[in-house]
């Protein structure tokens, strides 16, 4: 199959859409004449036109607000956030409107709109443009939050977002974008929610990955394999919905739950994984739920400091160990 | 259970009307183990009915007797407390025994105690995957040593063990085993039955054509079959309702006549002999009584019964006609005056107006407690029941004539 990067799944994914449906059109900080901060709408203004590739105001709550109305009335916007840190600029719009409108409206109003936007560190970005946001919105009834970790999987989940009735978080992890894979050219190739991907199987330990941490959970899982301890490795995919039978068929076979993500490790999503499995699987549980996460601190620019508090390949490593504390 | 300073007193409970004793089977936590409110802390069998029994409040359990002993009702058997810290100062066991405990349940929920961890010197730690196998097994996971993260019990662990001790078992099977649970109930009842009732039985074939031919008819009728038993029960009870002197027992403060009339069916389960009763048969319809027969069977078999389910009977009838047994004589399931054994029916030689027939038969062998019954009257009881079997319309005559 045919190779390219997340960025260019991406690029490809918004592109099918909007010569299939004119209804689609995309709009957000610089992602017009600039090409988007990240390079991922490069050239779409000269295919698509000012109308539907749509330089915006810096103020977030303006393009979630206008998303919202545009999706109200019939259009299907991808509204770009540059950063998910400034997500918390359009919470009133994101919690109170976008998330609630279908419901207060008695199921009247269909709100299509596809917030794309980036998560994660890219390297000493420090403390207002590294952030990992996914579970600020968990909590909020009416967003789905998806979580691509291959360059597949943001085409596929990209065009269920728009293509979808419902109102979705797309976090695009930034150190991701140059990861290159096999994507299908094929145009209506999707990737429907709720359906966790098992990467790699193994009967020891699952290692539930979210975002980059899956590829840093497979390279755990060679290291591992080397020292006897075969790890099934799980990308969720989708945060909400979570495919909880997929991680409790795991579980059940593994008896061991690892789960990594960048975002801070207190009420992050692994959290809600946890007690999920804590409520559902635990007699499956023949040690503690570990999660490997970043620490709980405001991400540090220093290189030296972002790497201390940022979860890595070894953690994920050391976790797995630490379930057989008599193996060498 | 009653609250004092050091915590809640479990006491063994009075669960039937006349129940006075129960076996403690098993206690489902350890000495100095915490409990959860609600949570299953023992269980009892008493009357042939196991019944698991939850703790009154959260806390940690302080034994006092221990399981495979038969307890009278009300005495303690553990307390419940909120701290580890009292093991010095327990009283006696007969100490406890003479304090009054009251049965009411008082719903104070006893706070649990918020411990440094060093403190928790007898708690287990084991993964909720090693205690599900353990619990599975039955098997105990005191005493392991755990190899899992912070020293807790992993599955691992608990499967090496679970190897050492069948190896164990292997090696050292034991020629004897002492008889235990339900056996050991039976086992009791039976030798008391059998040593204080001088008993007599009568025995008597009767014809059986009619009974076979009535319960076709309902059938027909109803689409359902009707176990003789309901007839059995039925004529039995009918001979209660026309000979009330039979229907006394004798007890320790001396003869009472009973005033209902309930009737107790023998159930073979995987347990052992369970004899669920059906109350007051006389106020009962055939289908009624036939119905009623299979739901407390059913409870017996699973051993499910309810305690009152068990107990308080008049009579029991035995039938073991399944079983292609011709006839047999029972042993009377004290403090009852009697029991009815019945045979299979089947088609034999019997005189028939006069002539010598092929005819559908039945063997019925009453066991009765001589001392309170003489065997005139007790041969004129069984001969009501057989005419009742013999004319079972006559189990309904009373109700239209």
Redesign the interface.
């Known amino acids: 199959m045919r190779e390219i990067s997340y960025s260019e799944a991406i690029r490809e994914a918004m592109c099918e859409e909007m010569r299939r449906d004119p209804t689609v059109f995309l709009m957000g900080e610089d992602v017009g004449v600039f090409g988007g901060v990240w390079g991922v709408s490069h050239d779409m203004l000269a295919e698509f036109g000012e109308e539907r590739v749509r330089d915006t105001p810096i103020s977030e709550i303006a393009i979630i607000g206008a998303g919202l109305g545009a999706a109200m009335m019939g259009m299907r916007p991808i509204a770009e956030i540059m950063f998910g840190d400034f997500l918390m600029c359009a919470g009133d719009q994101i919690v109170n409107q976008v998330a609630k409108a279908r419901f207060m409206s008695g199921g009247k109003a269909q709100v299509p709109l596809t917030i794309r936007v980036t998560t994660g560190a890219p390297g000493s970005a420090a403390a207002q443009h590294s952030q990992s946001p996914e579970s600020w919105f968990m909590n909020i009834p009416g967003l789905k939050i998806v979580v691509p970790a291959t360059p597949a999987d943001a085409k596929g989940l990209l065009k269920t977002a728009i293509r979808g009735e419902d109102p979705v978080i797309f976090l695009e992890h930034k150190m991701l974008y140059g990861e290159v894979g096999p994507v299908p050219e094929d145009e209506n190739f999707v990737v429907p929610f709720g359906q966790a991907n098992i990467i790699r199987e193994g009967k020891d330990v699952t290692i539930v990955g979210v975002s980059i941490m899956v590829k840093k959970a497979l390279q755990a899982a060679d290291v591992l394999a080397k020292e006897g301890i075969e790890a099934e490795v799980i990308d969720v995919r989708t945060l909400v919905p979570l495919d909880r039978e997929t991680l409790i068929r795991s579980v059940a076979k593994t008896?061991h739950v690892i789960i990594a993500h960048e975002a801070h490790k207190r009420a992050g999503p692994g959290a809600e994984i946890a007690a999920m499995l804590a409520e559902d699987a635990?007699?499956?549980?023949?040690?503690?739920i570990v999660r490997v996460a970043a620490k709980n601190v405001p991400l540090p620019y220093s290189p030296v400091l972002e790497n201390y508090v940022l979860p890595n390949v070894n953690d994920i490593v050391e976790a797995a160990k630490?379930?057989?504390?008599?193996k060498a | 259970m009653a609250e004092n300073k050091s915590g809640y007193t479990v006491v063994m409970p009075k669960l039937g009307l006349i129940m006075t004793e129960a076996l403690l089977v098993e206690w489902r936590r350890q000495d100095g183990e915490w409990i959860d409110k609600g949570e299953v802390l023992f269980t009892l069998e008493s009357d042939k009915s196991t019944l698991e029994i939850e703790s009154p409040a959260s806390g940690y359990v302080r034994i006092l007797v221990t399981a495979g002993k038969v307890v009278p009702v009300q005495t303690p058997i553990a307390i419940i407390e909120s701290t580890l810290e009292q093991t010095t100062s327990l009283p006696s066991v007969s100490e406890v025994a003479q304090q009054s405990v009251s049965l009411v349940s008082e719903q104070v929920a006893v706070e649990r105690h918020v411990v440094a961890k060093d403190s928790f010197p007898s708690f287990l730690a084991a993964s909720p995957r090693a205690r599900f196998l353990a619990r599975k097994a039955g098997i105990s996971l005191i005493g392991i040593a755990g190899s899992g993260p912070r020293g807790m019990i992993v599955a691992n662990d608990f499967s090496n063990v679970k190897q050492q001790w069948r190896s164990l078992r292997e090696t050292e099977s034991k020629p004897y085993a002492s008889l235990s649970g339900l056996r050991a109930i039976i086992a009791e009842r039976l030798t008391v039955g059998w040593r204080e009732r001088p008993q007599a039985t009568l025995s008597v074939e009767l014809d059986a054509s009619n009974l076979v031919s009535a319960r076709q008819q309902i059938e027909l009728e109803t689409g359902r079959k009707v176990s003789y038993n309901a007839f059995l029960m039925l004529a039995v009870a009918r001979t209660f309702v026309e000979q009330p002197h039979v229907n006394i027992r004798l007890t320790e403060k001396g003869l009472v006549q009973l005033q209902e009339i309930n009737i107790g069916l023998a159930v073979d389960t995987p347990r052992g002999l369970m004899v669920p009763v059906i109350k007051n048969v006389d106020k009962k319809e055939l289908l009624e009584i036939d119905q009623e027969i299979q739901q407390v069977a059913r409870r017996a078999l699973e051993g499910k019964s309810l305690p009152d389910e068990l107990t308080n009977g008049s009579f029991t009838i035995t039938n073991l006609g399944a079983y292609g047994v011709d006839s047999f004589a029972p042993i009377i399931n004290p403090p009852e005056i009697g029991i009815l054994a019945v045979g299979r029916i089947a088609q034999r030689p019997f005189v028939f107006n006069g002539q010598l027939a092929v005819r559908e038969t039945m063997i019925l062998s009453f066991a009765f407690d001589h001392r309170l019954l003489d065997g005139a009257p007790a041969a004129r009881f069984l001969q009501r029941v057989v005419q009742l079997i013999e004319r079972p319309i006559l189990l309904y005559s009373h109700r239209f004539i």
Request: negative net charge.
């Open positions: 008896n635990v007699e499956y549980l023949d040690g503690p630490s379930f057989w504390p008599g």
